[in-house]
């Protein structure tokens, strides 16, 4: 018979942590059954208060901490416990990546079963603060009734307002607590989920750091925005360097932030910046790397492992709006690019015009789907990279991938877990992993990335 679990929601339990969940979380036991908890450290002893619980394992979250590890410190940010943005400020940065490493080490030798794999030591950042250049915050009203804007409290849709953030550009920062500001004095609606109304959802702020071009993107549920000529004007007025403001139409009941439609309320309908020696437009709706100091480690690692020459042809899969297809370009014979997001292949497009590369051609679709018809079509690289989203490769693609007969695979990657896993999958169609280098692009956080490559058996 099956055992129950040995707590209930509610029950404060001691717990001594022994590993690493995902994510920045602890793992430790209670009775010999399993329980996650956050903002902890293997090592420690803690007490803490069961939130749920499953069949094979519960969460509980931090009460206190009766053993500490020598790495814990005390946040930086004041709400970092309340903010579900950051997982990891209570450890030195240094433990940070040590950390992060070891979990990169992990999942390969538990998921892929690789044992003597040369993982390198994780490239961080010599400032890991204040790093990001994309900020998007939810508008709502805090029980007393007055206009926040920050972030959803951990595991909540309560919306705790926020001020400025750590990892946060300032500028990005600025831009938010004077919108706020003038939507409380010109009494804009916010949007309120659960009944579904109101019109100000999200704010987005993306600033492009080296050009200094800031875009402002207010979501709102429907085409209705009263006062957006003042909101445009004073924005203009307070932050010259914006160079883009956008309405996106937003009216379904979802968690997707964005809607379907932009309307351009004024400027641009694009923002540039630069990754190198390539310039790039963004827009809205596109994946533009939020890192850009760590961005140009990782891009180039994975340039260095794709090893061209000039004479290669390189299918970049999953490319976004073509940054690292357009990274390479210079020492590849023709690249080829696909992404799913049509406004990012139209950047993309754009972005190869402008660089004046005209040996590198983008394709709009799945590429699971695209890639099977570029085979068809005989195109046949020495070089493909991936860079999918955290759910990693379909085999389908991988499958692609394989068919095409490339001497090697980039794998750029978010989610070690699925690394591991595509990776296990490759080496069976006789794709060896040889190298893995994790870059950390999200210090402060439980994100690991990393840039592996594999070489045709
Ligand atoms: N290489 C780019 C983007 C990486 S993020 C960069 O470094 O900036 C992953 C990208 O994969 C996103 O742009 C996302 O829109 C895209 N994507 C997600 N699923 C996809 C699929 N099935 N086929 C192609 N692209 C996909």
């Known amino acids: 018979m099956k055992r129950k679990p040995p707590v209930q929601v509610g029950q404060v339990i001691e717990v001594e942590i022994h590993g690493q969940g995902h994510n920045g979380s602890g793992v430790g036991r209670y009775n010999g059954f399993t329980i996650f908890i956050s903002l902890v450290v293997p090592g420690e002893k803690v007490l803490a208060k069961v939130s749920l619980v499953k069949k094979n394992y519960a969460q509980a979250d931090l009460l206190e901490v009766i053993e500490a590890h020598e790495n814990r410190m005390e946040p930086r940010c004041p709400i970092y416990q309340e903010c579900g943005g950051c997982q990891?400020?209570?450890?030195?940065?240094?433990?940070?990546?040590?950390?992060?490493?070891?979990?990169?080490?992990?999942q390969f030798e538990r998921i892929g079963g690789f044992h003597d794999l040369a993982i390198h030591p994780i490239l961080g950042m010599e400032e890991p603060w204040i790093y990001r250049n994309k900020a998007q915050v939810p508008f709502g009203q805090n029980p007393q009734g007055e206009i926040v804007a920050g972030f959803y409290a951990n595991q909540s849709h309560e919306i705790i307002d926020l001020e400025s953030c750590y990892i946060q550009h300032p500028d990005n920062d600025a831009v938010i607590r004077f919108v706020k500001q003038l939507v409380r004095e010109l009494s804009i609606p916010v949007y309120h989920e659960k009944t579904h109304t109101g019109i100000l959802r999200h704010l987005m702020v993306r600033i492009g750091v080296h050009t200094n071009e800031i875009m402002v993107v207010l979501v709102t549920n429907g085409k209705k925005l009263p006062h957006k000529e003042i909101l445009v004007s004073k924005i203009r007025e307070a932050f010259p360097q914006c160079q883009s403001i956008v309405q996106?139409?937003?009216?379904?009941?979802?968690?997707?932030?964005?809607?379907?439609?932009?309307?351009?309320?004024?400027?641009?309908?694009?923002?540039?910046?630069?990754?190198?020696?390539?310039?790039?437009?963004?827009?809205?709706?596109?994946?533009?790397?939020?890192?850009?100091?760590?961005?140009?480690?990782?891009?180039?690692?994975?340039?260095?492992?794709?090893?061209?020459?000039?004479?290669?042809?390189?299918?970049?899969?999953?490319c976004g709006i073509g940054t690292i297809a357009m990274y390479v370009a210079?020492?590849?014979?023709?690249?080829?690019?696909?992404?799913?997001?049509?406004?990012?292949?139209?950047?993309?497009?754009?972005?190869?015009?402008r660089n004046q590369m005209s040996h590198v051609h983008f394709e709009v679709g799945a590429a699971e789907k695209v890639m099977p018809k570029w085979l068809n079509r005989g195109i046949r690289p020495e070089v493909v990279i991936v860079d999918p989203p955290r759910k990693g490769c379909d085999s389908e693609l991988l499958d692609a991938v394989v068919g095409m007969k490339p001497e090697r695979v980039v794998y750029v990657s978010c989610n070690p877990a699925t690394l591991a896993r595509d990776a296990k999958y490759l080496a069976e169609l006789g794709y060896e992993t040889v190298e893995v280098q994790p870059v950390d692009m999200f210090p402060q956080t439980g994100h690991v990335e990393c840039v592996a490559w594999m070489k045709r058996g």
């Open 330 to 353: 210079d020492q590849a014979k023709q690249v080829y690019g696909v992404e799913i997001v049509p406004e990012a292949i139209a950047d993309a497009k754009e972005n190869a015009k």
């Open 88 to 106: 990891s400020q209570h450890l030195s940065y240094p433990e940070q990546l040590r950390l992060k490493e070891q979990q990169v080490r992990d």
């Open 248 to 318: 996106n139409v937003n009216d379904r009941s979802t968690n997707v932030i964005l809607g379907k439609e932009n309307i351009l309320l004024w400027g641009r309908d694009v923002i540039y910046d630069t990754i190198g020696d390539v310039k790039f437009a963004i827009s809205p709706h596109s994946f533009f790397q939020v890192n850009p100091v760590q961005t140009e480690v990782l891009y180039d690692q994975a340039r260095k492992f794709a090893a061209l020459t000039g004479e290669e042809t390189v299918v970049d899969a999953y």
